[in-house]
């Protein structure tokens, strides 16, 4: 399977940036995609952005025009970069990845990066 450590989250002040890092490793070729999903207390988790092996992305509604999501292909590392940060945008981050490994499909979650937005 594949494994993902995320790293980068912490407190900001409104309209200020911060960068997230996702690391996968293991079984990195089956990978489809990579992606950002969050979760604030008593909410459901969303989608933030999804990049895929072409290089497709997608953004949340939300965060369009703020967030930019990309990835460094040979350090297996996806990022996002998140500008103009909003207390709304309090939550944890969760990266995830989906893919293929012999025909079987699979989801892998980090372990979540807090990000506080708060003067």
Do not use: H
């Amino acid at each position: 399977q594949v494994q993902l450590v995320e790293s980068g989250g912490g407190l900001v002040q409104p309209g200020g940036s911060l960068r997230l890092s996702c690391r996968a490793s293991g079984s990195i070729s089956g990978i489809n995609a990579m992606g950002w999903y969050r979760q604030a207390p008593g909410n459901q988790r969303e989608l933030v952005a999804t990049i895929t092996s072409g290089g497709s992305t997608n953004y949340g509604d939300s965060v369009k025009d703020r967030f930019t999501i990309s990835r460094d292909t040979a350090k297996n590392t996806v990022y996002l970069q998140m500008d103009s940060l909003k207390p709304e945008d309090t939550a944890v981050y969760y990266c995830n990845t989906r893919g293929n490994l012999g025909g079987v499909p699979f989801t892998s979650w980090g372990q979540g990066t807090q990000v506080t937005i708060s003067s």
